[in-house]
């Protein structure tokens, strides 16, 4: 009994951030996830509708035909009373998973916009981002990995201006000036700050 008491909050705990790893933004999920299930059930309501209309029209030409026969009136109730019970449950099921399907879907959208804005917030601070892969199956494959391009392109561009201008310094070293020179304090700031930019985003 003691063990089952000590894991249950563990087991709730991974089930809220497995919901909330689901919704990352849940403005956006719930917003479409609604979206489509309003449409969903408007249309589920007009099949079953459609369907207990034909179920009923159905029983009342059967107990017409029947007309006296109270065994078979009540399993004529009974049977009508399944199926519409049967129609009423699978709707809703259909919607509880549509749920689902949604929110994973929405999902695949966010998480790539998600990881997109990381980069971009990155290279917006000054820093080149630690590149983040997308996973399977997920949405904006190709916008991704032009972004990753791009700042592949700026990583070589920095580290061939950092060894121009290391190169620059140490020519300007060899020169034997016994005070370090203007130009040479800038040149080691600007090295200094093209180094900063070269290491990457550390946050998760």
Known sequence: MNNQHVNQPSNLSRSNRSVKSLLLDRHFQLKYTSMIVGVAALLSLALGGFLVSKVNENSRILG??????????????SADNELVMS?????????????????????????PIYV????????????????????????????????VNAIDQLHNELERDIDVLSAALDV??????????GLQKELKSLVTQKRGKLSTDSKP
């Open 64 to 77: 017409l035909e029947n007309l006296g026969d109270a065994a078979f009136e009540a399993h004529l109730f």
């Open 87 to 111: 129609i009423a449950i699978s709707l809703a099921l259909f919607l509880v998973l549509l749920i689902g399907l949604s929110i994973v879907m929405t999902h695949r959208v966010v998480g």
């Open 116 to 147: 997109i804005k990381r980069h971009l917030d990155a290279l917006a601070a000054g820093r080149l981002p630690q590149i983040r892969g997308l996973r399977k199956g997920d949405e904006f494959v190709d916008c991704h990995q032009s972004l």
């Open 172 to 181: 300007l070293e060899t020169q034997g000036e016994e005070h370090e020179s």
